[in-house]
């Protein structure tokens, strides 16, 4: 159905340095950068096409730039005006995991009515002698943050188009069961 195809705004949050912009250059491949709108955000925009079960979607992803200053009124905005949110971490980064968490909890205070999809990112999964949190912690995170789980690695481009193509997933269960 046209109300299942988009355009959908995701968000990509977490500490500096977990690879959110190596996972926004993939997905945006192709895509135009909306130079135009970036300003409003405080973030690069990114526009794509995904055909996804057989269906297309719309989808504007933004990597926020400043996402370690939760006080900003840009980072209210984006966590006001998101469909979805990826939340990373890197799994050589114990931090960035807290982070992660305290992240899912901004998100589900300031999101709670609205049922938005939330995925957890374990990032720079092939770094697998530097890693410090395991991919049980991960999953049981996700588990009790009521949110989707994946690892991912941008450098080797694994499980980075599942991952986006899990959001749409979710964005459509949640619209067809609106
Ligand atoms: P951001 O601050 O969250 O946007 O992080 P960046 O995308 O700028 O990545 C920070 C650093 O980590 C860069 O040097 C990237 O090349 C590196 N990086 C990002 N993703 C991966 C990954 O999956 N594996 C490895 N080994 N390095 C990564």
Redesign the pocket.
């Known amino acids: 159905s046209p109300s299942a195809s988009g355009p959908f705004t995701v968000v990509l949050l977490?500490?500096?340095?977990?690879?959110?912009?190596?996972?926004?250059s993939i997905f945006a491949g192709a895509a135009d950068s909306m130079e135009s709108d970036s300003d409003l955000y405080g973030c690069e925009m990114f526009e794509q096409s995904m055909l996804v079960d057989g269906e297309s979607a719309r989808v504007t992803l933004l990597?926020m730039?400043d996402s370690q200053d939760g006080a900003s009124w840009r980072q209210g905005r984006a966590l006001q005006d998101g469909d979805a949110y990826i939340v990373?971490y890197s799994i050589t980064d114990r931090t960035s995991f807290l982070r992660a968490s305290e992240l899912r909890i901004q998100l589900r205070r300031e999101r709670q009515a609205h049922r938005t999809p939330i995925i957890l990112v374990g990032?720079?999964?092939?770094?697998v002698r530097r890693r410090e949190v395991s991919v049980n912690e991960g999953r049981a995170c996700a588990m009790v943050f009521d949110c989707k789980f994946i690892e991912?690695?941008?450098?080797?481009q694994h499980n980075v188009w599942p991952l986006f193509e899990g959001v749409v997933r979710q964005l459509r269960l949640r619209r067809d069961s609106a």
């Not at 977490?14 to 926004?24: M, P, Q, S």
């Not at 990032?123 to 770094?127: A, E, G, P, V, Y």
């Open positions: 977490g500490d500096v340095g977990v690879g959110k912009t190596a996972l926004a990597d730039w990373v990032n720079k999964c092939d770094l991912t690695s941008a450098a080797m």
